[in-house]
């Protein structure tokens, strides 16, 4: 691994995920490549020098130059609004990573995996899932995932496709559609005692989303007995949008 | 900024940051209050608060909740600004003036290291505490300071960058040398005046 | 409280400014309570006005990093060792 540098990264193109939420794919020459899970920064720089940067979770495989985040519009954001309403193709922002050794997946790792997502922290679980399936790799997956609604859910046709191997339940938690039978809300115990691993098989568990959620995840996976060392966290701060 | 500015993301202008005669150099303004923070939010109840001055000849001046809410009270308005490039205009406060504190204190000090519930430290020269420029504070805008802004009381010293104003204040310890704290051991500017826009070591 | 906290693996990309491996997967050890533990697992507080990593069990500084232009301002004092994993 080399220094970290910043790349320029030019906007390839963009489809909405949700009414509030751009998946973004960009060209950026010299890439060296990702695992599934990293994150990288991205640096905006206006006409009079002032900067500032955020840090995304890629959202594909490794992919050649090409990287995809997906971004969350926060309401009086700073960069958000920018990267997902004002940005048109050609337009350029730098890229600095890829980021993180820690919470990460590898493909030839083919023990169970837990993922539990909670919101936007569904992105670097999605990065797992699509690599995982573009490998050929036979680990089971089993994927949590805490929204508002069915409004809200990011990726929404391809996790609807079959992918063998691949569990998929929505936990919603302000409501649910027509015909679900549990009751809108917050994570349980009883969600991750039944759509999770026993933690007897051992899975490695993946946890990301909003500092509450992941703290309250974690905290249940340790209550049904996985073991600390299993459970990997990554949460989303207070970043200022 | 520094460096070579390379790529512009064209249509990208980032917050406000228009150059009124109240702010500092490369400051913008904000409506808000944001919060930063370097560890755990602690609680303390006020039944086991205290807020002391330690003397350098090792005098130690206790004050209990209710002893210092028997004080004389102030209530400053005034602009504050934060090393992170925000300013908020117009905060209004009520506590206690410094020089309240002080009156009884015997010192030669020419420094003051603040410390906190939490362990956090700052420092700066004893004069800049002195003569209507500092205070312990205990309500903002009207209410009692929560705990993410440093309730029960912190400490408000609006003339410096506002990391030197200590969250969850805990007490002044009056020092012959100066004795840099936990921001500027690590990078930040000892000092740290906005209008001098001294935010860094070296700057 | 403990919700206010990111995780150590937000340093990676500040880290990997300065050094050349990923030290989020390197071991450290707390030099207040002992616990060993990966970088990554630590409880990050920050990124402004600096970088602030604790210890998952004592809540003691492990490490701080201040970014600043033109620098960065490491301090390690929380931390006794670093084991880094490395090729032979």
């Known amino acids: 691994m080399r220094r970290l540098v910043w790349r320029a990264a030019e906007l390839v193109g963009s489809t909405p995920e949700t009414a509030t939420a751009r998946t973004l794919r960009f060209r950026v020459p010299g890439w060296p490549g990702h695992l599934a899970g990293q994150h990288v920064d991205v640096r905006l720089t206006a006409e009079d020098g002032y900067r500032t940067q955020r840090s995304y979770s890629l959202a594909g495989p490794a992919d050649g130059e090409h990287v995809e985040l997906t971004v969350e519009d926060v309401p009086d954001g700073e960069v958000s609004p920018y990267l997902t309403e004002i940005m048109e193709a050609g337009d350029q922002v730098e890229i600095r990573g890829p980021v993180g050794g820690w919470f990460v997946w590898r493909p030839d790792n083919d023990r169970p995996v837990l993922l539990v997502a909670g919101g936007s922290g569904i992105v670097p679980l999605m990065a797992m899932i699509r690599t995982r399936r573009q490998a050929g790799s036979r680990a089971p997956f089993r994927l949590l995932y805490s929204l508002r609604g069915p409004d809200s859910v990011y990726y929404a046709d391809e996790l609807r496709r079959p992918d063998p191997g691949l569990d998929v339940s929505y936990l919603y938690t302000r409501s649910a559609p027509e015909g679900v039978s549990r009751p809108a809300g917050r994570i349980m115990l009883a969600d991750l005692a039944e759509g999770g691993w026993p933690a007897a098989h051992a899975p490695d568990c993946y946890v990301c989303g909003p500092t509450g959620f992941v703290e309250a995840a974690a905290d249940l996976l340790l209550a049904l007995g996985h073991a600390p060392e299993r459970i990997r966290t990554e949460r989303f701060g207070p970043t200022g949008g | ?203 | 409280m403990t919700a206010e906290h990111l995780d150590g693996n937000t340093l990676a990309g500040p880290l990997g400014e300065i050094f050349a491996v990923d030290v989020t997967t390197a071991t450290g050890r707390c030099a207040n309570c002992g616990l060993t533990g990966p970088i990554g697992s630590l409880h990050v507080y920050g990124p402004d006005p600096g970088l602030v990593g604790r210890c998952p069990g004592c809540d003691e500084v492990i490490l701080r990093l201040v970014r600043g232009p033109g620098a960065a301002w490491l301090d390690l004092r929380g931390t006794v060792t670093l084991r880094v994993d490395l090729p032979d």
């Open chain 2, 1 to 203: 900024m520094g460096g070579i500015v390379s790529i512009i993301s064209r249509g990208f202008h980032g917050r406000r940051r228009d150059a009124g005669d109240r702010l500092p150099p490369g400051q913008y303004l904000v409506e808000d209050f944001p919060v930063l923070s370097a560890g755990p939010t602690p609680r303390v109840p006020p039944e086991r608060w205290e807020f002391a001055i330690d003397t350098e000849a090792g005098v130690t001046h206790r004050w209990t909740w209710p002893e210092f809410l028997a004080l004389p009270q102030e209530r400053p308005t005034v602009d504050i600004h934060c090393v992170t490039e925000w300013s908020k205009l117009d905060t209004s406060w009520e506590g206690v003036s410094l020089d309240t504190l002080f009156e009884d204190v015997d010192t030669a000090a020419d420094y003051a290291l603040v410390y906190s519930y939490g362990g956090y430290t700052t420092n700066l020269p004893l004069e800049d505490l002195l003569d209507g420029k500092a205070w312990i504070v205990h309500r903002f805008d009207g209410e009692e300071l929560q705990p993410q802004h440093g309730g029960p009381a912190r400490l408000l010293v609006p003339h410096l960058y506002f990391w030197k104003s200590a969250k969850w204040v805990r007490g002044i310890r009056l020092l012959d040398e100066d004795h840099p704290g936990f921001w500027e051991t690590a990078g930040y500017h000892n000092y740290g005046d906005p209008w001098r826009e001294q935010r860094y070591e070296g700057d």
